[in-house]
């Protein structure tokens, strides 16, 4: 599946981000990245902005060295990007380990569960290189497990903590009244480059309060086991491809829509888009024969995948509403109206390139709140 | 009048579009009121400031809040709490 190149109207340094985060497929893309990285033109100091904004600094470091342009970029620079690129794989196979560490003090209490997003998108979608950027590790678990789980990782060495949040108390209530997630955990390790390892384990597809859900019980049925890369034996449970794909992309929505993540500087990226342009690419054939068409009906759920898929399209050329018939979903207008209140951000209509692109992220206005009933009605 | 009404109201009236120019009815669930997942968050922590409380895991959870009234009296036991 190749895409048209994109258009060069964000400038030479977006470009290149974009076709990385897409995935660069085929020799015209790649020479693409090779003439854009060797014009003359190339503000370097805002494609390592863009690149740590996008989380996308070792995936950049990683394209420099592979197709040859080491010495086409600024020696000192340079340098930073193969720092970054190793530094990024030694948290890997920290993050590697101590997933299984997790996953068998979890599997060996009878727990339902799956490893989540970029522990099991590094190897999958990225090639184990070691481009994949990651803060923490990902799970996802029932509601009715969420007690028995905060045991098992407190007996890990894991505390809740709030101090990545700038008002720490506001993140602490926040977390116990919206229970989609645990609270954030910790685990210091002290080793050399990872002093802490963050574990998020979620409990729901969406969030608290969300009008529309998928049942994490059903999600969470024949797992798919993944071997780890780089420790013989290992395994992990993954969601089977209808599942993967579907948290990704509502993960994407509710992060483009909760407005805590714009006021966190949270919210899209351009490696999330990446990552369900990665996951149509790799399992194509599974997630158009059918079977998530249904799941996405049943559950309510596909004007929020359309959404999704409708910027998709219009920010990387793709043509997934079409691939998934989805092209009569979407509608922003209709999902505003279905989430008003100062939680969520407004539907702006601003396109998402512009979006992605902005550096002022907070400055989206959210929506009114939603003409509440007096108290005489 | 005791003596928290007054200032609970300001901080609820502080949050609460709907509350504003109507007397507080404590017996009306609060999302009637226009508390959202948001603003539900911006009053607790406003209480917690106003009355030097902290509210304990077991009091963050909707029941706490489901009304003014039932809110008061969780604010009025911690104050209670902390004055013993």
């Known amino acids: ?11 030479p340094e977006w470009t290149i981000l974009e076709l990385l985060a897409r995935g660069v497929l085929d020799d015209s893309e790649r020479q693409m990245v090779r003439e854009l990285v060797l014009t003359g033109t190339l503000d370097w100091g805002e494609l390592l902005e ?25 020696t000192t620079i340079y340098m930073h990007l193969e720092s970054a690129l190793e530094w990024n794989r030694c948290q890997i196979d920290v993050f590697r380990r101590e997933t299984i560490r997790v996953a068998q003090a979890l599997a060996s209490r009878k727990i339902p569960f799956v490893v989540t997003k970029g522990m099991t998108f590094e190897s999958t979608l990225y090639g184990s290189l070691g481009t994949r950027h990651m803060n923490d590790i990902d799970f996802m678990i029932r509601p009715q497990d969420r007690e028995v789980v905060m045991s098992a990782l407190q007996e ?21 009244l919206n229970r989609d997630h645990l609270p954030k955990l910790a685990r210091k390790i002290d080793q050399p480059g990872t002093r802490i390892i963050n574990i998020d384990v979620a409990n729901s597809l969406t969030w608290a309060k969300s009008p529309f859900d998928v049942p994490v019980d059903k999600a969470l049925e024949n797992p798919v086991e993944q071997a780890v890369p780089g420790i013989p034996g290992a395994s992990i449970p993954c ?20 407005q805590k993540f714009v006021d966190f500087g949270t919210d899209v990226g351009l490696m999330k888009f990446g990552d369900v342009i990665r996951l149509i690419h790799r399992d194509h054939d599974k ?55 100062s939680a969520y951000v407004s539907a702006s209509g601003q396109p998402m390139r512009e979006r992605l692109q902005s550096k002022s992220r907070g400055s989206v206005r959210p929506l009114a709140a939603a003409h509440p009933r007096t108290q005489d009605e | 009048m005791d003596d928290i009404t007054a200032q609970f109201e300001e901080v609820l009236r502080r949050h609460l579009r709907s509350a504003k120019p109507n007397p507080i009815n404590y017996d009306v669930e609060l999302v009637q009121l226009g508390l959202d997942s948001m603003t539900a968050v911006a009053v607790l922590l ?6 030097n409380i902290r509210f304990p895991d077991d ?25 013993s």
């Open chain 2, 59 to 83: 009091m963050l959870v909707e029941g706490t809040f489901r009304t003014a009234g039932r809110l008061k009296e969780a604010v009025r036991l911690l104050r209670e709490r902390q004055a």
């Open chain 1, 287 to 341: 997630l158009t024969d059918g079977e998530l068409l249904r799941i996405m009906q049943t559950h309510n759920v596909t004007h929020a995948v359309g959404w999704v898929l409708r910027h998709i399209d219009e920010t990387f050329q793709t043509r997934t509403l079409e691939l998934f018939a989805l092209e009569r979903y979407g509608d922003e207008k209709l999902l505003g109206g279905q989430m008003q209140s």
């Open chain 1, 156 to 176: 890990l060495g894991f505390r809740p903590f709030f101090d990545w949040a700038k008002d720490a108390r506001r993140e602490e209530i926040s977390s116990r």
């Open chain 1, 1 to 11: 599946m190749t895409h048209p190149l994109p258009d060069q109207s964000l400038g």
């Open chain 1, 50 to 74: 863009q690149a740590v904004r996008h989380k996308m600094l070792p995936m950049l470091a990683h394209h420099i060295i592979s197709a040859g342009l080491r010495f086409d970029v600024p």
């Open chain 1, 239 to 258: 969601f089977r491809p209808e599942y993967q794909f579907l948290f990704t992309v509502l993960h994407l929505f509710r992060e483009a829509w909760l």
């Open chain 2, 46 to 51: 406003d209480m917690e400031k106003a009355f």
